[in-house]
């Protein structure tokens, strides 16, 4: 999929009929910091300030005058693609990102924390390893895993997310360890007590819980200190995603992958078990 049309499509006046006409998806950079609402609720009002709405309120649910949603949130911490829905390509975000997403996380080993990135209290510290230990350790998290989902996470209990219910006090029991899949796992760099992953998972799958997990097999320790995706279905973050000085019709329109534009990309070959 192209990130955009041909560069001689001339300059856009935007109007509000304009944006409520679009529908489709595309792929927007969120930046380290705010959440991933947070993120779409700017990108809102930006695009009806640019139309001309006067105080647009983008948190607005009902009667909404722009319908915009996304895929796949991303951690606070976390940046890189975040994909966007906008009107009848709200209803496609879970049917298109059904590919692989890639990430690059950057971890460090002798720590632990308790939201199992940088953003967390050190819980424990300890020794570090060395590059062949965690080598070795890697295969054992590639191909079909079973992986428990970190306490702070979007997930819900009661109807409230996990992670909100921890910061208000409340005792939270840790979810019941799911399948996932890891399509290929790579060691890119290491320095200690610093390294760095290059991951391309399926859905449902956590990068922090992937680290708490790896530092816990070397009888260490470790934690997320930066987390980036690089890919979510079929938009990447260096062909398609929006920066924030990007977020205007013109941008949009030369961006869209419209309702009609084919199928959702196929699921990844499943990868061979390695055995150890």
Not at 36 to 48: H, M, P, Q, T
Not at 243 to 266: A, F, M, N, Y
Request: glycine share 8%.
């Amino acid at each position: 999929m192209s990130g955009s049309v041909s560069n001689t499509v001339p300059a856009i006046t935007s109007s509000l009929s304009q944006l409520q006409a679009l529908n489709g998806l595309f792929a927007i950079y969120k930046k380290q910091g705010p959440t991933s609402a947070d993120v779409l609720n700017v990108l809102k009002e930006a695009l009806l300030k640019e139309a001309g709405v006067k105080n647009p309120n983008p948190r607005k649910r009902k009667n909404q005058s722009l319908k915009m949603g996304h895929g796949g949130t991303l951690d606070s911490a976390a940046s890189g693609v975040l994909v966007v829905g906008v009107g009848n390509g709200t209803k496609m975000l879970s049917t298109m990102l059904t590919g692989s997403k890639k990430y690059v996380a950057v971890g460090e080993f002798g720590k632990a924390t308790d939201t199992l990135d940088a953003t967390g209290s050190v819980t424990l510290e300890k020794e570090h390893i060395t590059r062949l230990d965690v080598e070795e350790k890697l295969k054992a998290f590639t191909g079909d895993i079973m992986q428990v989902p970190p306490l702070y996470s979007a997930l819900k209990k009661d109807g409230q997310r996990l992670s909100v219910l921890l910061k208000k006090g409340h005792k939270v029991d840790a979810k019941p360890a799911r399948p996932v899949t890891v399509y290929s796992l790579t060691l890119q760099e290491f320095k200690p007590p610093l390294f760095t992953l290059d991951i391309e998972c399926g859905g449902g799958f956590y990068v922090r819980s992937l680290v708490d997990d790896l530092g816990k097999a070397l009888s260490s320790c470790a934690h997320v200190k930066e987390l980036v995706r690089t890919k979510q279905g079929p938009f990447t973050l260096e062909e398609h995603a929006l920066h924030e000085e990007q977020w205007t019709l013109e941008h949009v329109l030369r961006s869209l992958k419209t309702c009609s534009e084919g199928d959702p990309e196929e699921d990844h070959p499943k990868p061979k078990k390695v055995v150890t």
